[in-house]
């Protein structure tokens, strides 16, 4: 089974990286963006076939290591 | 004049471990350092130094990985006993992800790395760390940082304020505080709110000597001995 793990910092709390990128494609004239943020991708491969528990096994690990939630929030899909 | 058992950890990727042992033997102390595999502090210890570098490379986010070394479940029942604890640098980085100080870090605002001789202003010296400055006194301190862009939400920050736990804030030589990377109220540094763990970005290890750009670390790491 193959999930994906996003990992994002929260609303509210300033993404300099995101700021960066923004101003840059500004400055090579893509004047449409109105914010950017970025994030991390985690992709993982496991080895269950219980969906529902995969879900909760990936909830675990995010909290615990892969997003920190003072700063982050994280969304989990399984892709296959 | 008491002699302490100063731990100092090393993880894969540590740097400043040596400059540790140099500094807190400057000052007398006995040093050991303690490998992170290690599941036991060595039994005398007086303080856990968690030194600075860039544990594991610094991938995921900057001591993410090296919170669950072996040896930081010693350091957090060490904590949790009323044990002394002080990260400098990544070591700060390391105890905000092992949830022993509050908050977090996050990548500079200006997204460089920043190295060089920083003055910082003691907010509160009514703690274990800081008891030989005085409160609102200057010191020169060298930073070296890409993530040291302190985070903390208004309710925790208003509670650490209330409780003193706010122990330095980067300014320039006028005492003005100085926004130098982007952290909330440009905090360089904090205490737990048992005031037993303490965290800073900056390098009082690396302040010991006026030959070198400033001995005002001797100042700081002084104040450990009173415990």
């Known amino acids: ?80 | 004049m008491k002699i302490l058992n100063v731990s100092i950890l090393q993880f894969p990727g540590t740097n400043c471990d040596y400059d540790s042992v140099w500094a807190f033997e400057h000052l007398n102390h006995k040093t050991r350092l303690v490998w992170h595999k290690e599941e036991n502090l060595p039994q005398d210890t007086d303080l856990v130094v968690v030194a600075g570098g860039f544990s594991y490379g610094d991938y995921l986010r900057s001591g993410s990985i090296a919170r669950f070394s072996p040896i930081m479940k010693a350091v957090q029942e060490y904590a949790n006993s009323g044990g002394y604890v002080l990260g400098i640098c990544n070591g700060f980085q390391i105890l905000t992800e092992a949830g022993l100080l509050p908050g977090a870090l996050k990548r500079n605002k200006n997204l460089h790395f920043i190295s060089r001789i920083q003055e910082l202003k003691v907010v509160n010296s009514d703690n274990a760390f800081l008891n030989r400055c005085k409160k609102d006194e200057i010191l020169s301190i060298p930073i070296a940082h890409a993530d040291g862009n302190y985070f903390v939400d208004d309710e925790t920050l208003s509670d650490m304020r209330d409780n003193g736990q706010i122990l330095l804030q980067y300014c320039d030589s006028d005492a003005n505080v100085m926004d130098i990377n982007g952290s909330v109220e440009q905090i360089a540094g904090v205490c737990n709110a048992q005031k037993n763990v303490f965290g800073l970005m900056p390098h009082p290890e690396r302040a010991m000597q006026t030959l070198l750009g400033s001995s005002d670390g001797i100042k700081m790491l002084e104040g450990f001995r009173q415990i």
């Open chain 1, 1 to 80: 089974m193959k999930a994906i793990v996003n990992v994002y910092l929260k609303e509210g709390v300033l993404d300099p990286q995101g700021k960066a990128v923004h101003h840059a494609l500004g400055s090579i004239g893509f004047d449409n963006v109105s914010d950017v943020r970025i994030g991390k991708q985690i992709i993982l491969e496991l080895n269950s076939t219980d969906k529902e528990k995969a879900k909760e096994e990936l909830d675990e690990m995010s909290q615990t290591l892969l997003a920190n939630t003072v700063i982050e929030d994280y969304d989990i899909e399984i892709v296959e």
